[in-house]
């Protein structure tokens, strides 16, 4: 078997307090188990979904502490699922590791498809409890708000903590929305023990920005991984960042899209612990200072030459035990092997997986006038910006749009000149730029008849002054001050695009 998912849960320094918790955590995982199924035997345990179980337990006692070791073993689809669960008693601490391990059937030239979650046991524990940690971090099965410019100071303090050993995963909203509205506490609990989820409202954001710079910010509706180890030298974009557009590409309702985040976040991070989060090393001690004890019991029972005898056989016994374990590391050593030819054979497809969102690659805007400088800067030969623009951006939201989708509409209607300069569309404007994802639309002809209309829709347009048809659609709100509008026309002369108006539905 190989591992593929591992969490350490320790508790701080307990005091007299240590056996008390041991005794309650125990009863947790007692009762964990009990609500997986039906004994039927003492190591028998049929689940609920009437799949058998297999059980053990081992107990190991010293001076210093005790430890209570749990396997559970259990088919699942075409592989067996084995969960760890050691609760330990280390002098005035208590300590919990649970790791999950599967195997696939021999014999077999396949990749294993196990699909792993974390075990509610973890969930269950940190949300018992609200004093577990992971090194010097604290652990949450729920999201951690931060709000207002003292939250944001204090987020930003939380990334670039030295000590920080977990990623941080940032969910921001859209207008006061996430996803779904339990997005966050669903994050959170699929995460629970390898990362902690945080929220941030549009003021926390912005104040991260303002201290750290665009690069590091979230917003908007994104959700952003942030990395343990950050340093002045780190690089933003290894930190990957998903905004709202991102999200919703080929997703047919914000439930889709909050789905898909959450089950790509949960398989990297809980694949990721299969590394970096090993047994604790004072489980492993106590076990071994217990089989040291009683060892020694035994050494000293021996008081007679008969004994001797059979000590000799014992340690024949023991000689065979050695064997039986040597063989047993050479058969891991074969599925490790095989595991990474597995894996080998799995990644092959990795890019190929339709659930998979790709974060974005490129800085996002943080407000729409971020937006428009960006356009600026990327398009210059093929976008010109009229003079009104300017004043149309300074009466909206800074946030509307959202920023990235307006810049990603910019960028559309860059492709859009580059295309007309290569030839006919082979369509009219508007079906291009919806064929790529872009709203469009044109007035009505009760606009386009109306004077009055037609002077609302009157912009410069690089040094003249013009009535604007075409336009993009990149939100639609009830408040005005959120409904954007891009209006915009191919000018033949200039062999590029005018941007006449970016700004409030006029």
């Known amino acids: 078997m190989r591992k593929v998912v591992g969490c350490a849960l320790f508790t701080p320094s307990l005091g007299d307090r240590a056996g008390e918790r041991f005794s309650e955590v125990c009863d947790v995982v007692k009762r964990w188990l009990d609500s997986k199924g039906t004994w039927e035997e003492e190591d028998l345990l049929r689940l609920n979904d009437d799949r058998p179980a297999k059980y053990t337990k081992a107990e190991w006692l010293t001076d210093d502490g005790s430890v209570i070791d749990h396997y559970l073993v259990e088919p699942s689809n075409d592989a067996t699922v084995r969960t760890q669960v050691s609760v330990g008693r280390c002098a005035d601490r208590v300590i919990v590791y649970i790791e ?25 524990l940190i949300s018992e409890y609200d004093d577990w940690c992971l090194g010097e971090v604290p652990l949450a099965a729920r999201p951690v708000p931060f709000e207002g410019d003292d939250g944001g100071r204090t987020f930003q303090e939380v990334l670039w903590h030295r000590e920080r050993n977990l990623p941080v995963v940032a969910v921001t909203s859209f207008e006061g929305f996430y996803l779904t509205d339990d997005f966050p506490q669903k994050l959170a609990y699929d995460l629970a023990g390898v990362a902690l989820v945080a929220t941030l409202d549009f003021p926390a954001a912005l104040s991260l920005t303002r201290r750290r710079g665009q690069e590091w910010s979230c917003f908007n509706g994104a959700v952003r991984l942030y990395w343990p180890g950050l340093t002045v030298n780190s690089k933003p974009l290894a930190n990957p960042i998903w905004t709202r ?19 790509q976040l949960r398989r990297m991070l809980l694949g990721m ?19 040291t004890r009683v060892e020694a019991e035994q050494r000293r029972t021996l008081v007679a030459d008969e004994d001797w005898q059979h000590l000799a056989t014992q340690y024949s016994e023991d000689n065979a035990r050695l064997v039986m374990q040597h063989q047993a590391d050479q058969d891991q050593i074969q599925e490790l092997r095989r595991v990474i030819g597995q894996l080998q054979l799995s990644m092959r497809w990795t890019d190929q997986a339709e659930h998979e969102v790709a974060p974005d690659e490129d800085v996002q805007p943080t407000t729409v006038a971020e937006a428009l400088q960006m356009a600026e800067g990327r398009y210059p030969d093929l976008l010109v ?44 404007t508007v079906d291009w730029l919806n064929e790529r994802n872009a709203t469009a639309s044109t007035e009505s002809e009760t606009v386009r008849n109306s004077a009055a209309e037609r002077r609302a829709r009157t912009w410069d347009a690089g040094g003249e002054k013009r009535f604007f048809d075409l336009h993009l659609k990149p939100a639609e709100a009830t408040h005005p001050d959120r409904c954007v509008r891009i209006y915009f026309e191919y000018d033949e002369t200039m062999r590029c695009v005018v941007v006449g108006w970016v700004g409030r539905h006029p």
Do not use: W
Request: net charge positive; aromatic share 4%; proline share 7%.
């Open 273 to 291: 612990s299969e590394f970096a989060i090993p047994e604790p090393k004072e489980i492993s001690a106590i076990r071994r200072l217990h089989a």
């Open 245 to 263: 557009s991102s999200l919703m590409t080929r997703a047919s309702d914000t439930q889709v899209a909050a789905t898909r985040i959450r089950r």
């Open 385 to 428: 910006f009229g003079d009104d623009v300017a004043g149309g951006v300074a009466g909206v939201a800074t946030d509307a749009g959202p920023p990235e989708k307006i810049l990603r509409f910019l960028g559309t209607l860059a492709d859009l000149t580059q295309a007309k300069r290569a030839g006919p569309l082979g369509t009219t």
């Open 100 to 124: 999950l391990q599967a195997a696939g059937d021999a014999y077999r030239v396949a990749p294993i498809h196990v699909d792993i979650y974390s075990p509610n046991i973890v969930k269950t």
